[in-house]
């Protein structure tokens, strides 16, 4: 059988970390096992869905490259077909009409509390051979409800979290149509799952409760039942329950802080699941290692130092005209100009090595676009008096010297040995100058790509002022 997955976000929000690492799943499962992967929109809470959540997880699953086969469907526009299937229902016995108000209905939970019962639905629309029916009361739109078995257990062995056994006697009658003929949410899905011939289930475990209803729909209506494997949540950095407090939980927040999509994907993948101790793989890799016995069914918490250290590691090997487009538009926004895209490459092999985030790169390589700020702790301690009459000695060299990299080191390497000085004492006092700071790489790398006219002209701010 072809194996067929979903990822099926209600668009309410943005895409969050842990839908992201559903969707993960449920397309490596189906890449893994050469089957196809359908996105589908659960947009029936009309009141909380938005077409702008439904563009952000658009946005987000394609910046994380989870592409899909099929899709994306949108329950919305399913609407014929799910009353088509709750008509066979009610034709075939299997689902009623219910007309208790809901007066009624709080005053039965009232009493079922009152006598220490759980509260539920207690039948009293639903037919039954030799029952006599209430006649129904005139100018009551009724809700249907289907006739969940009475008995028995329903029983399904979580591809996650192993065997899950709930006795029918917990359910009550669950309601698939409101009395306005609207659908109710787990109709919809059983309808989709089975119209889309999904095999497994890969989803958040906040649904582990659907699961049995759904079984018992899927039972009525004839449907081969899927796989369920459902997913623990995801824990904040603190333990707590994952939540905006922790700073980005949309995908596209990553994006936008700076992180590569190949490092959130790789990470979103050991978040609950393991292949020994890898920890770096490509998503070819995983696509090919990825099966659903290695989850652990406890609670993942996230890690933010290790999404950095492995978007640091993807940053080293990214390609330097992709890395050098994402900085562009960084520092644009920022409201800082390049214009030379050759230099700019440069500039971040030079830098790349430190960064732990897109931005963190952009940020240290604005200096070369404009003039920095100079840290003013920095150049007392670096350009002290003594060290004066050296740094204009130097000046004089560099306006006579052609600025590339060798050339630099030798009139610095000059300035040093001439003076018996060490190296730091010069090179301190020029990296502050020069990029406003004391640290940067190798001096005289940063000056080549400085250029100097520009260099000279920083040199000369501080050196007359
Ligand atoms: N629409 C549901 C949600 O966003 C998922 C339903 C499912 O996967 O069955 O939580």
Redo the contacts with the bound molecule.
Sequence with gaps: MTVRT?????P?GFLHIG?AR?ALFSWAYARKHAGQFVL?I?DTDVARSTPEAVQAILDGMSWLGLDWDEGPFYQMQRMDRYKEVISKLLNEGKAYYCYSSKEELDALREQQMIEGKKPRYDGRWRPEAGKELPAPPAGVPPVIRFKNPLSGNVVWDDLVKGQISIANEELDDLIIARADGTPT?NFC?VVD?WDMGITQ????D??VN?TPR?INLLHALGATIPQYAHLSMILGDDGQKLSKRHGAVSVMQYHEDGYLPEAVLNYLARLGWSHGDDEIFSMAQFCEWFDLDHITPSAAQFNTEKLNWLNAHYIKQADLGRLAQEVTNRLAQAGVVVHDQVKLEGVIALYRDRANTLNQLASSVAYFYQKPQVDAIALEKHVTPEILPVLNALFDVLAHVEWTQEKLHEAIEHAVTSNGLKFPKVAMPLRVMLTGGAQSPSIDAVMAFLGKDEGLERMQAILNA
């Design positions: 979903r990822f099926a976000p209600s309410t839908g559903t589908r659960e949410y899905v799952d289930v890969i989803r958040g906040d649904h659907n759904q």
